[in-house]
């Protein structure tokens, strides 16, 4: 989010330095005509706006918070990797874990859902329906869905 609000305060800055400058024109200080300077300005300042806003739209974005979480990395060689889904929520979610971990254990180091939801009653089943919060990670296969109570 700094980019755009870096770029928001140099327009900012553009606008505020022409104004201040322009003024001073009047005592012929400064080469320019203010009718020129003052416009351009306005124009660089609601250019200034437009992408430091979008720059801030794309930094804070939905898409781009779920893009970045649900991009795989490459693990070591004893890191286990899972899918894990849970209802109401959008998209699958990578969950990596130890080789001595439990599918609790797991999720939560990793825990890809909103913080206030750690803290609920939940449980994990398998592709096939059987609960297996509590079974060793590396013995569950497939995708797992997460359950809040």
Avoid at 85 to 96: H, I, L, N, S
Avoid at 102 to 117: C, M, Q, S, Y
Wanted: aromatic residues 12%.
């Amino acid at each position: 989010m700094s980019g755009g609000i870096v770029v928001i305060s140099s327009g900012f800055l553009i606008l505020i330095l022409t104004v201040i400058l322009s003024l001073f024109n009047r005592i012929h200080l400064l080469p320019w005509d203010p009718m020129f300077a003052i416009p351009i300005a306005l124009i660089l300042f609601m250019m200034c706006i437009s992408i430091g806003s979008a720059l801030i739209w794309f930094d804070t974005s939905w898409v781009t918070r779920l893009h970045r979480h649900q991009q795989p990395y490459e693990p070591d060689d004893d890191t286990i990797v899972r899918v894990v889904v849970a209802d109401g929520f959008k998209g699958e979610y990578f969950v990596y874990g130890e080789l001595d971990d439990t599918v609790r254990e797991a999720i939560e180091r990793d825990w890809p859902f909103r913080k206030n939801l750690k803290g609920k009653e939940w449980f994990v089943l398998d592709g096939t329906g059987v609960d297996v919060t509590e079974k060793s990670y590396i013995d569950v296969e497939g995708t797992l869905r997460v359950v809040f109570d």
